[in-house]
């Protein structure tokens, strides 16, 4: 069987009639049943933000290692600001992943006491426009995701505004991800480990070179190559945790070029959308039952993220 992700118009559950988002709403759905991705066109993030973020990026990343580690925070967990190479790995890989990364967090613009949760962004003073830019993209890819959520939330019968108070100030994370020329011969065969997320969805608006892959039911592991303006979006461990291993929270990976494209490297924007920190994970009603009973035990967002953190080595 061949499996292949499909492609889905968000113009046609935002804008279209009651059968045009009924149909996005199952094939949603079904998508994140059988492979736990899809690919989004027509996703309302402006196009012309992501070309100017990558544009930052790559020019934040070229900057000399002793200004960058000025934004690398000690006790952060790489949760704000830079990261240096070698720090993230995967869990249970004994080997670093290859690649730098910068993040950016949350910021609360009302009164919501949550504010006093979340450390500040780190301000990226030798380059300000990243950080203008990078704000920008979080808050058009955090009004993106907050549509998909709707969409699913219909697929599992919920209210279409389930997710709604539960992601307002969420602890979302936009990730720029440098990996940079592989210059001798690597102890992995991957740039980044397989993985899965931890989130509620990932949004991923392409990249700067091929190399993502997907694990398919049948074992193999599948291309991901999105078309120019779309994005490729997942299903995150948390997603899959509340609905009882409903939706699939699916193992990816990023695999190394071919050895004369070694000298190239590739730049990445991941949103990972994350619900407050006290979101209760608790397996959903309607996704427990005799044929599927619950899987998981209780826990909150934060409780669980702390959790992952220190099994890839941010969280000491």
């Not at 200004?67 to 070698?86: N, V």
């Not at 407050?276 to 826990?299: A, G």
Request: glycine share 6%; aromatic share 8%; net charge negative.
């Amino acid at each position: 069987m061949t499996v292949t992700i499909p492609v889905l118009d968000l113009s046609s559950f935002r804008n279209g009639n009651a059968l045009e988002q009924a149909l996005f709403v199952e094939g949603i759905g079904n998508a994140f049943r059988e492979t736990g991705f899809v690919i989004i066109k027509n996703h309302g993030v402006p196009k012309t933000l992501v070309q100017d973020f990558y544009a930052a990026s790559k020019a934040f990343f070229e900057l000399p290692l002793a200004i960058k580690k000025q934004y690398e925070i000690p006790g952060l967990a790489g949760q704000r600001g830079y990261t240096s190479f070698g720090k993230e790995k995967a869990k249970g890989s004994e080997v670093p992943d290859l690649k730098e990364f910068f993040q950016i967090g949350q910021t609360v613009r009302d009164n919501d006491p949550i504010k006093e949760k979340y450390p500040a962004n780190v301000v990226t003073t030798a380059l300000p426009i990243f950080s203008q830019l990078g704000e920008a993209l979080y808050a058009s890819f955090e009004q993106t995701g907050a549509i998909l959520l709707r969409a699913i939330a219909l697929f599992l019968e919920l209210e279409e505004d389930y997710f709604e108070d539960k992601i307002h100030n969420g602890n979302s994370i936009l990730r720029a991800i440098h990996y940079p020329p592989i210059t001798q011969e690597p102890s992995s065969a991957v740039r980044a480990e397989q993985h899965e997320d931890i989130n509620l969805i990932t949004l991923l608006v392409g990249a700067s070179a091929g190399g993502l892959e997907v694990l398919t039911m049948q074992n193999e592991w599948l291309p991901i190559i999105p078309g120019e303006d779309e994005i490729v979006v997942n299903v995150g461990d948390m997603l899959q945790r509340l609905t009882n291993n409903y939706l699939k929270s699916t193992t990816h990976r990023v695999v190394n070029p071919p050895r004369e494209e070694w000298h190239l490297p590739r730049l990445s924007i991941p949103f990972f959308l994350h619900p407050r920190m006290e979101m209760d994970l608790t397996c959903l009603d309607n996704c427990v039952s005799d044929d599927n009973p619950i899987q998981y035990e209780s826990i909150t967002a934060i409780e669980y993220l702390e959790e992952r953190l220190r099994e890839i080595g941010l969280r000491k």
